[in-house]
């Protein structure tokens, strides 16, 4: 089973930046592509996470639309490894956030990635 593990969260002020990882325990890229949800605070559990970033198997990235020009996702598929560089950030940023497959592989069966625990992203005026 692919499992993931998320870092790199933290505490900032509005304006500052962080840079997530999300270290893949397969190399899942080629066939899978990857992406970065957040659970607001105060949702429940048993909510799947919201879309924030994805990026395809052939490299292609999407945003929302919240934060487009701010954040960057990128992998290196040498490493496993998926990241978030989020820049300028906002009070509304603030979420835990996770990676797992794109919305587009999530069900399918080459791509089953366990959720991971997350990465605590805290944003304040």
């Known amino acids: 089973q692919v499992r993931v593990r998320e870092s790199g969260g933290g505490s900032v002020q509005v304006g500052g930046s962080l840079k997530l990882t999300c270290e893949v325990s397969q190399n899942v890229f080629s066939r899978c592509g990857m992406a970065w949800y957040r659970r607001n605070p105060g949702e429940e559990r048993t909510l799947l996470p919201h879309l924030v970033s994805s990026i395809s198997t052939d490299g292609v990235a999407t945003y929302i639309d919240s934060v487009k020009g701010r954040f960057v996702i990128s992998q290196d598929n040498a490493e496993s490894t998926l990241y978030l560089q989020m820049n300028s950030l906002k009070v509304e940023d603030t979420a835990l956030y996770f990676c797992?497959?794109?919305?587009?592989?999530?069900?399918?069966?080459?791509?089953?990635?366990?959720w991971g625990q997350g990465t605590q992203v805290t944003v304040s005026s």
């Open positions: 797992a497959a794109a919305p587009a592989d999530y069900t399918s069966p080459r791509c089953t990635i366990s």
